[in-house]
């Protein structure tokens, strides 16, 4: 915060009260950044905000006004001490410092109305989700279950809890009939935004996903969420080789969800019919609806 510039002269009439500043520090509006909408940083904690001085008498240093300049005006504030001029031009020279008062308050009002609207904001747009502990119990998979009826008897899962986010991850191996390694994977993540809205990165990064990851296709989905993609692969070509991948992103408000299905497929795997991309979609949509709705409840 830099400090304000000493006025140039004296007033005509020098009343004894402090000299008025010729500028009020408050902070600009901040854009949104990487995770969300704009808020005003606090005064720096790097130490107290610059005070502001008036000259002192002639011949001395200029003397520092005590206070916070944010506060309500107080003995030091803007407002001119009582004094009745003797002199003919009296009026006009309190007409000079009202107009100049009438200044100041009307920017510490705008500072004011800053703060209320960027500062404290209106919270975060949660929505009534929550991020569980397992979310590999507090989800919906059971759209796979008839490709891959084997259950997954020890799924990881993973939970983050902090003041600005909150995040669950869940990791299901996907197995077949007969099959005693993972035929598939199911990969599950909500996250919830406290502080800032992902609202612009969610979206540039998924909108734009194939502009980074050559060979992937990406596509709008309606229906679920505030925005929702499809980014998907399929180099299987029909065949038991190659990968499938499918992505469901969903931004809800504030809270961000995925649910992602990949196979790798190879001569030494167990799996020689893998199911369709079709098929994988309905059921990663399918899923995702209900695993919304149990998280909001």
Known sequence: MSTPREPSQQPPHDTGAPAQPTAYPYPN????????????????????????SHPAPTGGPAQPLPGNPYAPPGPYGPYPAAHASASGTGGAGRALLWAAVGAVAASV????????????????????YNAPANLCTGSDHSSFNSEYPLADTSPTHSSLRDGVFDQSTCNIDLKKSGSTYADAYLTI???LHK???PGPEFTAAWKNYPDNHEGYDVDTVGGIGDEAYLVSQDTTSGTSSGSLYATLAVRDGWVTYTMTYSAYLSSYSNDK?????????????????????????
């Open 109 to 128: 009002l705008w500072a004011v109305g800053v703060f209320a609207l960027h500062g404290l904001g209106t919270g975060a747009d949660l929505r009534g």
């Open 29 to 52: 509006p901040q854009s949104p950044g990487a995770s969300g909408p704009g808020t005003v940083p606090p005064p720096s904690p790097a130490g107290p905000p610059t005070l502001y």
């Open 189 to 191: 993540d909500v996250q």
């Open 195 to 197: 502080k800032t809205d």
């Open 273 to 297: 019919n893998p199911p369709q991309l079709d098929e994988v979609i309905a059921w990663l949509k399918s899923d995702t609806k209900s695993t919304l709705e149990e998280l909001r409840g």
